[in-house]
T-cell receptor, first 110, second 116 residues
Framework: QKEVEQNSGPLSVPEGAIASLNCTYS??????FFWYRQYSGKSPELIMS????GDKEDGRFTAQLNKASQYVSLLIRDSQPSDSATYLC??????????FGKGTSLLVTP | EAQVTQNPRYLITVTGKKLTVTCSQN?????MSWYRQDPGLGLRQIYY???????DKGDVPEGYKVSRKEKRNFPLILESPSPNQTSLYFC???????????????FGPGTRLTVT
């Protein structure tokens, strides 16, 4: 069973702080890694993809991948109340199928 | 605008009444997929399609059918819906399986289905 594990939260951070979201996966052959943001009742929105070890930055978002530890994380700098959402980690092996974690709920308090 | 569309967005139906949820993408993507999302269970894949006339089962295919006659469309069919199929359904698409950004999946707005 290919598993993607996330802490369900809620993770509460004050406005302006760094939010750190973590994800572990069980399939050592995984090759593609994604973070989606999902507001309540809305569809998942892709915010970051990462394919190789290390950091990838895009604006306030940084994705970090460590394949040896089977760990991927998302950092959100200068968190805003509008960042309050559920963040889904998705992991793929090859081809197309993605396995999704159940998500971490983030609450950014003013 | 590049997008995945689904119709209807909301549907209330009765047990046993056949229904179809449509999905269409205008990005010339090869891959399309259907997911359902339930509280506590996360996103689970129902069926997927690698290309026209090529479909395969995901993790929870029971009670569902799909077809892929055109590249842009991937309808989800519930021939005899039951209350346990009450869920939020998402269609998604991605470019291809040749590596790099082509695995990125883009989601439609969702269809909230209630079966009574």
């Amino acid at each position: 069973q290919k598993e993607v594990e996330q802490n369900s939260g809620p993770l509460s951070v004050p406005e302006g702080a760094i939010a750190s979201l973590n994800c572990t996966y069980s399939d050592r052959g995984s090759q593609s890694f994604f973070w989606y943001r999902q507001y309540s009742g809305k569809s998942p929105e892709l915010i970051m993809s990462i394919y190789s070890n290390g950091d990838k930055e895009d604006g306030r978002f940084t994705a970090q991948l460590n394949k040896a530890s089977q760990y991927v994380s998302l950092l959100i700098r200068d968190s805003q109340p509008s960042d309050s959402a559920t963040y889904l980690c998705a992991v793929g092996r090859s081809g197309y199928a993605l396995n999704f974690g159940k998500g971490t709920s983030l609450l950014v308090t003013p | 605008e590049a997008q995945v569309t689904q119709n209807p967005r909301y549907l209330i139906t009765v047990t046993g009444k056949k229904l179809t949820v449509t999905c269409s993408q205008n990005m010339n993507h090869e891959y399309m997929s259907w997911y359902r999302q339930d509280p506590g269970l996360g996103l689970r894949q129902i069926y997927y399609s690698m290309n026209v006339e090529v479909t395969d089962k995901g993790d929870v295919p029971e009670g569902y059918k799909v077809s892929r006659k055109e590249k842009r469309n991937f309808p989800l069919i519930l021939e005899s819906p039951s209350p346990n199929q009450t869920s939020l359904y998402f269609c998604a698409s991605s470019l291809s399986g040749t590596g790099g950004g082509s695995y990125e999946q883009y989601f439609g707005p969702g269809t909230r289905l209630t079966v009574t």
